[in-house]
């Protein structure tokens, strides 16, 4: 490839961390800041302070090679040609994102430029961030010459964001500046060349010498915009099929084949249509409310981003009203809760549907023994071990003497469950399936009344569909 680019990525994050050790592994040298001087600590002595596939792996191959961490901020921006904005853009109490730690960094990074650089937005931020950015270095006396800003936001899923970095459907670059975009040319060559994918121990996926990854260049809003509404219309599809399985099941429709049906138009595509608890995580919700809070701004009145969180909001009543059903009433009920995370092969549990979901449950007074494969340590920070609020080793210690299981989160160990042992130790064999990882014979045939999200319910020892005692 070119010459190697000196990068500095601001923060250490899912986004920033990945980022990191992914331009590393593209042959780029690269030093990650943070100001968690714990978290750097970690970083450099070994540790792996989030859960992501293949994250480990790279930093071990990486760490002092092509990677560097640490809390000093000015020497990093000084070191480097691009320094990449990777810190958090929190909702605020409006749905506006808060970018109050985009302009701390910005104003950081001010005070140690003394040559060109290329300040790249990677934070989800909404459109004119790059123009507040540019205000902010010229009110700190920065030389318009001496810098550009661009956009190049990020596509990366949790649990496959490193794949997702390396054979990424497409890069995008958000600037008017041919300087800066070839700067983002050269970092990116690599993928978009297709070299990397020649080089011995490369990662495997999509992209491939012949198959490279494509570059999209665009002004710096139209980027801004394409994040957001990318993760916007990713939360329509998921909160489409879930007002679907609603009607589906109240017509003794199969939600599972109709979004079958309908992924099979190309057009349509078979991703994002699993009805189940609704979307969550640290992307989704905030980026749908400041989408919706960006439009609000500029006089547009988007009102379908308002029913798009609606819908996803109301899916976990509609899971509620499911285990009532089941249940008949919940007072003193032991529940076993699989799942804590909001989606499988992550320990992240921001916005996580697992504890809404659990929450009203132990509202209702129901007592709940939790298990999920990496979030039960950040889970048990904001629902504390108690009488109520239990946790166990494995699915089925959680299970043992439960009056119901429910799957609240799709993680691949949930779904090969040995149902034999499962019955074995619950106290009746019910389980609430919120992720629809089961075929409802499958569960029938294991002695198990077996409740679902958009699919006739199966009832053991019983004949037909009693009637819903909720509303």
Same mark, same amino acid.
């Given at each position: %490839?070119?010459?190697?680019?000196? =990068?500095c ?52 191959r990486?760490r ?5 961490f ?24 409006t ?23 290329v ?8 459109v ?33 964001a ?6 990424p ?10 300087r800066? +975009? ?16 020649e080089?011995?121990?490369? %990662?495997?996926g999509?992209?491939?010498?012949e ?47 109709? +979004?079958?049906? %309908?992924?099979?138009d ?7 249509l ?8 640290s ?11 960006? +439009? ?13 969180r609606k =819908? ?49 449950l ?22 504390p071990?108690?009488?109520k ?9 959680? +299970?043992?003497d ?21 019955n ?18 499958? %569960? ?28």
């Amino acid at each position: %490839m070119s010459k190697p680019v000196s =990068i500095c990525v601001i923060g250490s994050g899912y986004v920033g961390l990945v980022a990191a050790v992914c331009f590393a592994e593209i042959g780029h040298r690269v030093i990650c800041v943070d100001n968690d001087e714990a978290r750097v600590k970690t970083l450099n002595e070994g540790g792996v302070p989030i859960f992501e596939d293949q994250l480990p792996e790279l930093l071990e191959r990486h760490r002092d090679k092509g990677v560097e961490f640490t809390t000093n901020l000015g020497q990093a921006v000084e070191a480097s040609e691009a320094i990449f904005i990777a810190v958090g853009t929190p909702q605020g109490d409006t749905g506006a994102a808060d970018l109050s730690y985009v302009e701390a960094v910005v104003s950081e990074i001010a005070r140690g430029i003394s040559d060109y650089k290329v300040i790249v937005e990677k934070s989800t931020v909404p459109v004119y961030t790059n123009e507040w950015i540019r205000r902010v270095l010229h009110r700190h006396g920065v030389d318009p010459k001496d810098f550009d800003i661009v956009s190049n936001p990020e596509f990366l899923r949790e649990g496959t964001a490193i794949k997702d970095f390396m054979h990424p459907d497409r890069i995008v670059v958000g600037t008017t500046s041919e300087r800066a +975009a070839g700067v983002l040319q050269r970092i990116y060559e690599p993928l978009t060349g297709g070299s990397y994918y020649e080089q011995p121990g490369a %990662m495997k996926g999509a992209c491939s010498k012949e198959n490279p990854a494509k570059l999209l260049v665009t002004s710096a809003q139209s980027a801004e915009i394409i994040k957001h509404a990318s993760n916007a219309f990713l939360a329509l599809k998921i909160s489409f099929i879930n007002a679907v399985a609603n009607l589906a099941e109240a017509v003794d429709a199969d939600i599972e084949d109709i +979004a079958a049906g %309908m992924g099979m138009d190309s057009r349509i595509g078979p991703k994002f249509l699993r009805a189940g608890l609704g979307y969550g995580g640290s992307c989704f919700p905030k980026d749908v409310a400041a989408f919706h809070w960006v +439009a609000q701004q500029h006089g547009i009145d988007f009102q379908l981003l308002r029913e798009i969180r609606k =819908i996803n909001e109301t899916q976990k009543d509609v899971f509620f009203n499911k285990v009532l059903s089941a249940l008949w009433t919940l007072r003193g009920k032991k529940l076993a809760a699989l799942g804590l995370a909001f989606k499988g092969n992550t320990d992240d549990i921001r916005e996580s549907p697992a504890l809404e979901v659990i929450r009203k449950l132990l509202d209702a007074g129901a007592i709940v023994t939790a298990y999920d494969p990496a979030g039960m340590d950040r889970a048990k920070e904001v629902l504390p071990g108690s009488a109520k609020m239990r946790y166990a080793d494995d699915l089925y210690s959680a +299970a043992a003497d439960a009056d119901a299981v429910l799957i609240l989160t799709d993680w691949k160990e949930f779904g090969t469950i040995d149902l034999v042992k499962l019955n074995r130790v619950v106290k009746f064999p019910i389980v609430v399936d919120g992720r629809n990882l089961y075929k409802p014979q499958t %569960m029938l045939d294991h002695g198990f009344t077996y409740v679902s999200v958009g699919r006739p319910a199966g009832y053991q020892a019983q004949q037909g569909k009693p009637r819903s005692m909720v509303s």
